[in-house]
């Protein structure tokens, strides 16, 4: 892996090379080991958090672990073009637009002793901006390319503060054309809901269930791209104890050996049916 500024990542996408890199500011990484039709993000996955906000913050280190989404990367790092966040959502959220990436209080719980000053809040959120340059060039090219996108967009959601059985997979479908993509909605709900997991966990599949695919990566997405379609997927977080913050790594590893050769297949199903 490479450290490589935004001038020059996105001039290697520009000419189309393969490359894997960190961004010069270690805020997110990209890797594309080929040009093809789909895009594997974890925008959520990061746990960085800069060391000048430390003694502001009112959250524990556990307290944003447990709102993160690890492991949303390693879900999906086979796959040839992934995009994924380095930075803790709590220090900007890649999933939420700019005016509110900064939060001011999160999950009930006020986040600063004091506001933060302009200059720490400008240095985050030229990182959002810089991701989404990134997004915006890669997804253009790959139109360009191909004619019809999809992002599978990786998340995971903490299920014990639920007062009812939840699925261990939920699709977000509230922004994106269901009426152009619901076949390949429905299918890869149903690819989903095939997975063989440990310990006897059945994996549900569901579609707005408990989730609606709200978040700004989607949203910028869809928005811009009219050929591109965003799955929003949320793992209900059965590969980790979340209240002792221990990770399961043989859960872990069975998602990602079968995601494998469902996305890939599921991707290239639906670039047949929409590529011009």
């Given at each position: 892996?490479?450290?490589l500024?935004i001038?020059?990542i996105?001039k290697?996408?520009?000419?189309?090379?393969?490359?894997?890199?960190?961004?010069?500011?270690?805020?997110?990484?990209?890797?594309?080991?080929e040009?093809v039709p789909?895009i594997?993000?974890a925008?959520h996955d990061?746990?960085?958090?800069?060391k000048e906000?430390?003694?502001?913050c009112?959250?524990?280190?556990?307290?944003?672990?447990?709102?993160?989404?690890?492991?949303?990367?390693e879900?999906?790092?086979?796959?040839?073009?992934?995009?994924?966040?380095?930075?803790?959502r709590?220090?900007?959220?890649l999933n939420?637009?700019?005016?509110?990436?900064?939060?001011?209080?999160?999950?009930?719980?006020?986040?600063w002793k004091?506001?933060?000053?302009?200059?720490?809040?400008?240095?985050?959120?030229?990182?959002?901006?810089?991701?989404?340059?990134?997004?915006s060039?890669?997804i253009?090219?790959?139109?360009?390319k191909?004619g019809?996108?999809?992002?599978?967009?990786?998340h995971?959601?903490?299920w014990?503060?639920?007062?009812?059985?939840v699925p261990?997979?939920?699709?977000g479908?509230?922004n994106?054309?269901?009426k152009?993509?619901?076949?390949?909605?429905?299918?890869?709900?149903t690819?989903?809901?095939?997975?063989?997991?440990?310990?006897?966990?059945?994996?549900?599949?569901?579609?707005?269930?408990?989730f609606?695919?709200?978040?700004?990566?989607?949203?910028?997405?869809?928005?811009?791209?009219?050929?591109?379609?965003?799955?929003?997927?949320?793992?209900k977080?059965?590969?980790?104890d979340?209240?002792?913050?221990?990770i399961f790594?043989?859960?872990?590893?069975?998602?990602?050996?079968?995601?494998?050769?469902?996305?890939?297949s599921?991707?290239y199903?639906f670039?047949?049916?929409?590529?011009?």
């Amino acid at each position: 892996m490479k450290r490589l500024s935004i001038k020059q990542i996105l001039k290697n996408i520009e000419n189309e090379l393969q490359f894997e890199a960190v961004v010069d500011d270690y805020s997110f990484t990209i890797k594309i080991d080929e040009y093809v039709p789909y895009i594997c993000g974890a925008v959520h996955d990061g746990h960085q958090f800069r060391k000048e906000l430390w003694d502001n913050c009112l959250h524990t280190q556990y307290d944003r672990w447990f709102e993160e989404d690890p492991c949303t990367k390693e879900f999906v790092k086979s796959h040839p073009i992934v995009i994924a966040g380095c930075d803790s959502r709590f220090e900007y959220d890649l999933n939420r637009d700019p005016e509110n990436a900064i939060y001011e209080d999160a999950w009930g719980k006020k986040l600063w002793k004091t506001p933060l000053p302009d200059n720490q809040k400008q240095q985050s959120l030229q990182k959002h901006l810089n991701f989404y340059k990134v997004v915006s060039a890669l997804i253009s090219k790959l139109e360009a390319k191909f004619g019809a996108v999809i992002v599978y967009d990786m998340h995971s959601y903490n299920w014990r503060r639920w007062d009812r059985e939840v699925p261990v997979i939920n699709l977000g479908t509230a922004n994106i054309d269901n009426k152009r993509f619901g076949n390949q909605v429905e299918s890869w709900r149903t690819s989903l809901a095939e997975l063989e997991l440990p310990h006897g966990i059945i994996a549900t599949s569901k579609i707005n269930d408990t989730f609606q695919g709200n978040g700004y990566f989607l949203k910028y997405i869809t928005k811009n791209f009219k050929n591109t379609l965003v799955l929003a997927t949320e793992f209900k977080k059965i590969y980790c104890d979340e209240y002792a913050q221990i990770i399961f790594p043989e859960v872990v590893s069975a998602i990602e050996i079968q995601l494998r050769e469902k996305i890939k297949s599921h991707a290239y199903s639906f670039y047949n049916a929409h590529k011009k």
